[in-house]
C-alpha cells in the first residue's frame, strides 16, 4: 500500500491524498489498523507508523473528533483526517468491498465538502 498527495488534481483547486496500489491482504489491514486505533481504542493513527504503507513525501494522521472535517493541512506534507466515530463507521463500511475480494475499482472514503478528499485506489498507480 502506498500513500501519497496529488495537488490540484483537475484544475479547479480540488486535491486528493490517496491510498493506492494495495491487494485484499493490504486492505484488511489497514481496515484492521482503523478498527484498532480509532474506534477500540479511540486513539490516533499514524500512518507513518505502519510498515506496509509506503508513503511518498507526505503523511496521513486519522484522529477523532467531535465533527466531520475532512482531510485538512498547513503545509500539503501532513494531513490530519478529522472525523467522528459515525464518519469513521461509515469509512470502514466504504473499505469493506476491497476486503472481501480483489478489485480495480476505487472510492472516496468520506463525504465532506473540502478542496481535499480520500481516495482508496487498490489498482492505481504512481
Sequence with gaps: MELDYIDNVNGLDENIVRLFNF??????????LLIDAILTRKEKLDLSQVDFI???????????????????????????CILTLEGYKKMLELIEPFCLKESKSFRYLYDVDTPTDLLFAPAASR
Design 54 to 80: 509506503t508513503r511518498h513525501s507526505c503523511n496521513l494522521i486519522f484522529g477523532l473528533f467531535k465533527s466531520d472535517e475532512g482531510i485538512l493541512s498547513k503545509d500539503n506534507e501532513t494531513f490530519f
Design 23 to 32: 491487494d485484499k491482504a493490504e486492505a484488511i489491514q489497514f481496515r484492521d
